[in-house]
């Protein structure tokens, strides 16, 4: 019905596929465009010109001329519960996760606060125009039910799990892979699948884990091919020495979750920094995503992410804000910092890449091209609206650029919140909430 129809008027920007492969061909740009969408969906992309005509009688054009529509964004690796602590202090990993991300995620036993937290932390992801996000929940299993509870009232596309851990960590956040069996089991049951929601096996990273957990992940796997997995993975070199001091039977990290079934379509790994060209090359074969997370990696001073390489060696690749190592839930922040990593180690990432990175790069690691990251007939209508007059220098920059790369990188680098004019979810703005009043009819 009419009722379910869309229609906008902007400018449009999305990637087709990657710019990095492909040129650009991977991009799509229309000056003058219209967005139509139907029953949550995208029905058509076109000019502005040429669309007109195809409209039913009577169709409203919601007038976003000066705006910019892009699809949401796309975060592969954050941790609710640790919003708590982003950009408080911080020291490198080990200490961090003592002093910083433990008590924070101890915090969630007490009553009611697992709610708050999945409230703020959904809030201030979409305020940022983040619409799907791949998430670590805390170790007890009612903070995850508080998150999917909440992304399934809004309608968005998520993954999430339990964390799973059994040593390493704090008793009051350990418990034994039989507790950590059944429960994983019923949010399994209740969650994978449900709506826009799937399931992702959380085993928090190798040193927290014992085989017997790590194996328990193997049999999920085994029995339920379509459940995510999500874990850390190399982020550290002090990381990778524990792991090869801790599991000598294994030719390294890399080797330890391949030989748990880890390395597969589905999973992704955040990190991957410290890998030698074979394990890279592995991880490039087993069809795994990985979820740079640059952000966190200049704060933790993890390393800088060779990622030109990993690209090379076939890994799906997508951008994570890590939050709390990561100081917020900007993706756009993130993909500043990724620019900068990659200048530093002297193989500079192109702005259009970045952009695939958090927008269709994303849905590819996620396996959800068919779903979410593009403006493609039938995807799944979770888009922007950037008001590219949102600062002084936005506005002056904007008008003039002359490439789509000038005006990515003034996104990525002048860009922040206040970019992000609206947040639409299956086509129905969510935020911010209550009306919209542009520029020009102020
Ligand atoms: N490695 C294991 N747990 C964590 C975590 O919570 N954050 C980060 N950045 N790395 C980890
Ligand atoms: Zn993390």
Redesign the pocket.
């Known amino acids: 019905s009419a009722n379910t129809s869309r229609v906008l008027r902007g400018s449009i920007l999305h990637c087709l596929d990657d710019p990095t492969t492909a040129g650009e061909a991977a991009i799509h740009y229309v000056a003058d465009g219209l967005l139509w969408i139907q029953d949550g969906r995208i029905k058509h992309v076109g000019e502005a010109c040429d669309l007109k005509q195809q409209l039913p009688a009577g169709q409203v054009i919601e007038d976003r001329r000066g705006c910019l529509l892009i699809p949401g964004l796309i975060d592969t690796h954050t941790?609710y519960p640790?919003l708590s602590v982003a950009a408080s202090p911080a020291g490198t990993?080990f200490d961090w996760?003592e002093q910083r991300?433990f008590p924070a995620e101890a915090a969630l036993e007490q009553p009611g606060m697992a709610e708050v937290l999945a409230h703020r932390f959904i809030a201030e992801m979409l305020r940022n125009g983040t619409t799907t996000a791949m998430v670590?929940a805390g170790v007890q299993p009612e903070s995850a039910d508080a998150l999917f509870q909440h992304a399934q009232h809004l309608g968005l596309r998520m993954i999430a799990g339990k964390v799973l851990q059994d040593r390493l960590v704090p008793d009051a956040l350990r418990e034994s892979p039989e507790q950590a069996q059944e429960e994983t089991d019923r949010l399994i049951q209740r969650w994978h699948g449900r709506d826009r929601l799937a399931y992702a096996l959380t085993p928090?990273?190798a040193p927290?884990c014992s085989e017997a957990l790590l194996a328990l992940c193997r049999d999920w796997l085994r029995q339920s091919p379509s459940l995510y997995l999500q874990t850390?993975l190399a982020?550290t070199r002090e990381e990778c020495e524990r792991v090869a001091q801790e599991f000598p039977r294994y030719k390294g990290y890399l080797d330890l979750y391949d030989q748990f079934g880890f390395l597969r379509p589905g999973s992704v790994f955040?990190h991957a920094i410290h890998l030698n060209s074979d394990e890279q090359q592995r991880l490039g074969e087993s069809g795994a995503a990985v979820a740079h997370?640059p952000s966190?990696n200049l704060l933790?001073g993890s390393g800088l992410m060779p990622l030109k390489a990993l690209q090379q060696a076939g890994v799906p690749l997508s951008v994570g804000t890590?939050v709390g190592?990561g100081p917020s839930c900007s993706v756009l922040k993130t993909l500043a910092d990724a620019l900068r990593v990659q200048q530093l180690r002297g193989e500079p990432l192109g702005v259009l890449q970045a952009f695939y990175l958090a927008t269709l790069g994303g849905a590819r690691a996620l396996r959800l091209e068919q779903e979410i990251g593009s403006f493609r007939q039938g995807i799944e209508a979770d888009f922007l609206v950037l008001d590219l007059e949102a600062t002084p220098e936005l506005a002056e920059r904007t008008a003039r650029a002359d490439s789509l790369e000038e005006m990515i990188s003034l996104l990525i680098l002048l860009g922040d919140d206040r970019l992000i004019a609206e947040t639409n979810i299956q086509g129905r703005r969510v935020t911010p909430v209550g009306p919209v009043v542009y520029g020009q009819e102020a």
Request: hydrophobic share 55%; charged share 20%.
């Open positions: 941790h640790q990993l996760l991300a670590f928090r990273f927290a850390h982020e955040a997370c966190s933790l890590d190592a």
